[in-house]
Structures are given as structure tokens and as C-alpha cells.
């Protein structure tokens, strides 16, 4: 059985945001980060399997910062500069952090993750993530973690399922992108399920 909703609904700007693994560190963005990030989120090929495109001005990369500051703010959302030995690797969020709604509580958001291409096959958004999942549930006390990737994203779909996430359906024809239609595979965990599959998985408590 899942516990009842903590009575205390966390300020996400009070909380120790700065998060560490053994090999990474975790950080939320600063508008300073734009030439940090201008590389990747500019390179048409990284968000081929994502709900974004490529940005075309460091504008619009200044503009998507102020969004991401704006989500901690607002106690909606964070996200995470993952970097390793100091070089910048990729980016992880929680997502449309939603603990209310009239009568209901819901404590959940949407785990969302890229890693940067010179960057893929060193198992670091597996690493992050795991991190950030546990920092979802013991910290911000959520009750559940969704997250979501298309179809042929390969990569992705073994992250998610490495992570212990629970299939619960596929989003046929969901979303258009590049000419065709993608199916959207579905996924969620809850803090009952967490608490258990970390006895056998590598993730520090």
C-alpha cells in the first residue's frame, strides 16, 4: 500500500538543489549558461526524438532559461546542468511538479533528460537519473514519477527501463514530427514501487 501525501508541501527554492553522484555533479541552470549550452541545443540532430527543435539563436537559449529558473520559482518544475569533470554533458528535470488540484493531491511530475552527442554510451543520464528519481521521492516527496519516450528512441526506453519504471500503455499515432506519426511509449513509477527496487539496484540512498 502507498503511504498518505506528506501534510507539508515543499518550497523547491528553500531545498539544497545541488545534486552528486559518483561521477557527476548536478546543478540548476543560471542565465550565465547559455554559452554552455548553445553547442548542443543547437545542433539540429540532438532533439530528433524530443518535443523540441534545435534552437536557432542564443535568444531563444536565453529564453529557455529564464523558463527553467521561472519553474523552481514557481515550485513547478527543476532542472539540472549535469556536468563531469567539469565539462557539461547533458541536462535531467522534474517536470510539471504538481502536488494539488481542488480536492485531489497528486504529488507527481514528468521525468524529462537529454544527454549531448559527444557524450552518448558512458551510461551518465542512467546515472543522473537514478539520482534524480530518488531526489523526487525523498526529498520533494512525491508519489509518482511519469516519463515517456517515442517509440524508436532506442536509448532512451533502456534508460527508463533500467530505472525500474513500470510499462502502462503505447500512444499510438500520438505525436507528428519529421513527415510521420511516432507512437509514445508511457511509463511511471510510484514511491511504494521505488522503495523496493532499490534493494537491488545501484542507486545511493
Not at 110 to 125: D, K, T
Amino acid at each position: 500500500m502507498s503511504a498518505p501525501p506528506r501534510s507539508h508541501i515543499p518550497k523547491i527554492s528553500e531545498l539544497p538543489l545541488e545534486l552528486a553522484t559518483e561521477r557527476l555533479t548536478l546543478r540548476p541552470y543560471t542565465l550565465d549558461d547559455v554559452e554552455m549550452l548553445w553547442p548542443h541545443v543547437s545542433d539540429p540532430r540532438l532533439p530528433k526524438q524530443m518535443s523540441w527543435n534545435a534552437h536557432g539563436s542564443k535568444d531563444e537559449t536565453r529564453a529557455f532559461l529564464e523558463t527553467c529558473i521561472k519553474g523552481i520559482a514557481d515550485n513547478t518544475g527543476i532542472v539540472w546542468a549535469i556536468e563531469h569533470a567539469g565539462d557539461f554533458v547533458g541536462a535531467i528535470g522534474l517536470h510539471g511538479i504538481k502536488y494539488q488540484f481542488a480536492a485531489w493531491r497528486l504529488d507527481r511530475a514528468e521525468l524529462g533528460y537529454w544527454v549531448g552527442i559527444p557524450f552518448h554510451r558512458n551510461g551518465y543520464m542512467t546515472e543522473a537519473a537514478a539520482e534524480v528519481v530518488r531526489f523526487g521521492f525523498d526529498t520533494l516527496g512525491l508519489h509518482k514519477i511519469t516519463v515517456g519516450c517515442l517509440e524508436g528512441n532506442v536509448g532512451s526506453r533502456k534508460i527508463i527501463e533500467r530505472l525500474g519504471f513500470r510499462f502502462i500503455g503505447q500512444h499510438e499515432d500520438d505525436v507528428w514530427r519529421d513527415e510521420a506519426w511516432h507512437a509514445h511509449l508511457r511509463y511511471e513509477l510510484l514511491a511504494s514501487s521505488y522503495s523496493d527496487i532499490t534493494t537491488t539496484m545501484p542507486v545511493r540512498r
